[in-house]
């Protein structure tokens, strides 16, 4: 079985650039995760479809972080402007549960902001 | 999203030694209580999970135990390997929610 895929693995911009994420969940997983996780803590959840709707984007930084899953399948989070506390590894998991139940998570995109 | 205390932060155990660590929580309505482990650079990947309507569960050299009472739960690793060295994370979700909230991570070393 096929695990979640993400890309780039490293990425490296300046504040204020524009930087995107792009995961590719388990197939037959309907929900699909992208959670921050910032150096020594613990995953943060920044938002959760469900299919292609949105479940919970509550600690989503809406004024420059976006999220979309069109089709239901892959996704992509995108953070326009960036700024130096944006520094992180974005993870993306699946599930086949949508209640957080047996989380997949993929090997994140590890971003730092210059 | 629900608060999850995680202890302790850092653990370093002897090889074969047993490890527990605990987690707390507040909100009565959590009902599921996975546990995950990351080693470096790597993926978190779930070793164990429990609903709130068992006690205990065991896999192997792994058990997680809950306490609805207390509203904590615990990992114990037995009989521990230098390749059980890693960050665990605890995590929650709620009845009313499905967000998993995740603790802050105790990071565990055992030495050889």
């Known amino acids: 079985e096929a695990g979640v895929a993400q890309s780039p693995r490293y990425k490296i911009i300046e504040k204020r650039q524009s930087v995107a994420f792009w995961c590719n969940p388990i197939?037959?997983?309907?929900?699909l995760y992208w959670y921050q996780q910032i150096l020594g803590q613990g995953p943060k959840l920044l938002i959760q479809?469900?299919?292609?709707?949105?479940?919970?984007d509550s600690q989503l930084p809406k004024d420059r972080f976006s999220a979309e899953r069109l089709k239901g399948v892959d996704s992509t989070l995108k953070i326009q402007p960036a700024k130096l506390e944006d520094s992180a590894v974005y993870l993306c998991?699946?599930?086949?549960f949508g209640t957080g139940e047996k989380l997949f998570f993929g090997s994140g995109t590890q971003l730092s902001v210059l | 999203g629900e608060n999850v205390e995680q202890h302790p932060s850092t653990l370093s155990v002897q090889e074969g030694d047993s490890a527990v660590i605990k987690c707390t929580y507040s909100?009565?309505?959590?009902?599921?209580f996975p546990w995950y482990k990351q080693e470096l650079g790597k993926r978190p990947q779930l070793i164990i999970d429990?609903?709130?309507?068992?006690g205990e569960k065991k896999d192997q050299r792994i058990a997680v135990t809950l306490n609805k009472t207390a509203k904590h739960f615990s990992l114990h690793i037995t009989e521990t390997q230098p390749e059980d060295s890693a960050v665990y994370f605890c995590?929650?979700?709620?009845?009313?929610?499905?967000?998993?909230?995740f603790g802050k991570g105790t990071k565990l070393s055992v030495i050889p």
């Open positions: 995590a929650l979700a709620g009845a009313g929610s499905y967000q998993l909230t």
């Open positions: 197939s037959g997983h309907a929900t």
């Open positions: 909100d009565s309505a959590s009902n599921y």
């Open positions: 479809f469900q299919n292609n709707g949105v479940v919970d």
């Open positions: 998991a699946s599930s086949a």
């Open positions: 429990i609903r709130s309507n068992v």
